[in-house]
């Protein structure tokens, strides 16, 4: 009688505890956005006869249910010091590193020879019509070895470069995983974040500059502009440990001449920085306005030079950059535009032509690039 009183009790308990929550999330409604993830939530899915039969219904519930729980932040966090409790060196999707790194994790099996051939042969597609230089950047699981727990699982990004480096060409290719490498014991890496910093920018900057034999303008690593020491990344998010924040710098010299900047055809502003998300989670917005499906500059450097930069968020502190080196820069993201690439590339061209650079780390390389 005591285990059958004891299992009723216990049965009591997880009842009263999902009557509770399930209350909370009624009463609460729905979340339509995570600041501390930046990302959409998902929506509570409409069940149909077709949905529901093809498990798609139960699929996007489980999604919906997930995202929405009550005070799901504060259990991402409870989870976490449990892990660590049990000296888990990866949890979900973060490898815990030292000195304070969270580092995301890129496992071997996710990115096939056939994904990577795909992407290849469509870039060198996009090189062989336009003369394409090439930066894929390795992310920090490739670069800062010392900072990884030891024997994790990493994709071998190095192996795929070296792939590519070869069917492109020395010409095109720009050979940004020795810079870092060579200055991996400094700064290059947000530890709360998966992008770069403005330090590893600036190395990737220098490595395109002796590719295309052009003279570096003289920015001053030992004199950046601090706007946070605060900042909190999307890997912080997915693991949620008390800490302390990263610092971001920029590159004041990128502001010396005016510039203007227009957003997806329609807003113009004269500066490359928004300071209004340093007072949000999505910190790292701070350069150019976060992502953008297609963003024009036109900087006061007149050489009638225009570059096309396709690329993913790493490229958004390195843009800046650049300017000194064209009259106009286009900028487009392909996980925002939804038109037909080459059309694009061909309104835009100056009857001069354009320089073309791809700038992307070469994890989304394998899974957002394309060509069309």
């Known amino acids: 009688m005591g285990e059958k009183k004891n299992a009723l009790f216990t049965t009591a308990v997880i009842a009263a505890i999902i009557l509770i929550f399930t209350a909370a999330d009624l009463c609460r409604g729905d979340r339509f956005y995570s600041e501390t993830e930046n990302r959409l939530l998902a929506a509570r899915p409409k069940a149909s006869g077709e949905t529901v039969f093809s498990g798609k219904f139960a699929e996007d519930y489980e999604a919906y249910v997930t995202d929405q729980f009550v005070s799901r932040d504060k259990w991402i966090g409870i989870k976490t010091r449990m892990d660590i409790l049990l000296q888990k060196k990866e949890i979900n999707g973060v490898y815990l590193g030292e000195d304070g790194y969270l580092i995301e994790q890129h496992l071997p099996e996710d990115y096939s020879e056939i994904l990577a051939a795909k992407k290849t042969a469509l870039l ?67 530890r709360s974040d998966h992008h770069w910093t403005s330090l590893g920018a600036y190395y990737g900057y220098l490595a395109w500059a002796e590719n295309r034999g052009e003279t570096p303008y003289a920015y001053r690593t030992n004199a950046m502009t601090v706007v946070s020491e605060d900042f909190l990344g999307t890997l912080h998010s997915k693991t949620n440990l008390d800490r302390a924040g990263d610092t971001i710098r920029y590159f004041e010299g990128t502001e010396k001449r005016p510039v203007t900047v227009t957003y997806d055809f329609n807003r113009v502003t004269d500066t490359f920085y928004e300071r209004s998300y340093l007072d949000t989670k999505n910190q790292y917005g701070f350069f150019l306005d976060d992502n953008h499906a297609f963003i024009q500059i036109d900087t006061s450097y007149r050489n009638g030079k225009t570059l096309f930069v396709i690329k993913d968020s790493y490229a958004n502190s390195m843009v800046p950059l650049l300017t000194p080196h064209y009259e106009r820069i286009y900028v487009v993201d392909l996980r925002y535009y939804n038109g037909r690439l080459s059309t694009l590339m061909k309104q835009m061209e100056p009857e001069g032509g354009m320089d073309v650079l791809v700038l992307y780390n070469c994890i989304h390389f394998l899974e957002e690039f394309e060509y069309m």
């Open 124 to 190: 060198l597609e996009l090189v062989g019509e336009w003369d394409a230089a090439v930066m894929l950047v390795p992310t920090a699981d490739n670069i800062l070895a010392d900072k990884m727990p030891a024997n994790a699982p990493c994709y071998d990004q190095a192996a795929l470069l070296e792939q590519i480096a070869a069917q492109v060409g020395d010409r095109n290719y720009v050979d940004v995983y020795g810079s870092l490498k060579a200055h991996s014991q400094e700064d290059i890496y947000y």
